[in-house]
């Protein structure tokens, strides 16, 4: 499972011209799914990304959490992520859990973000979208179980 994570000062979803997901600050999270992912790394990550210190205090040191910024969340799915670049020039996917096994993990997620008490909204799965990010740093971390 992979988890890009950009802070942002305000981020949006839109698909077919309309805003599904809306945020002033938090983090926008890419969650890629891939094979042989499940409860385990799902539970790790988002107790991972709920707690993880972030966001600058008044001396500008990263030591908040999203908690601690009454900040929101956006998850949205992105199998990109599992794109191997390794031969020729067109990225395979075969990486990536099929869409049948990666929307129940993704919607786990963000079920376990929620229960962590963090205001989560998200993309669409399986849909082209157009997702509008303002960078606050930037600061973007990747993780990875």
Request: no cysteine; glycine share 10%; proline share 3%.
């Amino acid at each position: 499972m992979r988890v890009l994570i950009q802070r942002v000062f305000k981020a949006s979803v839109t698909v077919e011209e309309q805003t599904i997901s809306s945020i002033g600050k938090g983090l926008l999270i890419l969650l890629g799914i891939g094979h042989g992912d499940g409860e385990e790394q799902v539970t790790y990550l988002a107790e991972k990304v709920a707690n993880l210190r972030i966001f600058e205090d008044e001396q500008g040191k990263t030591n908040l959490s999203i908690h601690e910024v009454k900040g929101e969340v956006i998850v949205v799915s992105q199998f990109t992520l599992y794109a191997n670049t390794r031969k020729g020039r067109r990225p395979s996917f075969v990486d990536a859990a099929l869409p049948e096994v990666a929307e129940p993990l993704v919607q786990r997620f963000v079920e376990l973000l929620r229960g962590h008490g963090v205001p989560t909204q998200t993309g669409k799965f399986g849909n082209h979208m157009a997702v509008e990010i303002h960078n606050d740093g930037p600061v973007t971390i990747w993780l990875e179980k």
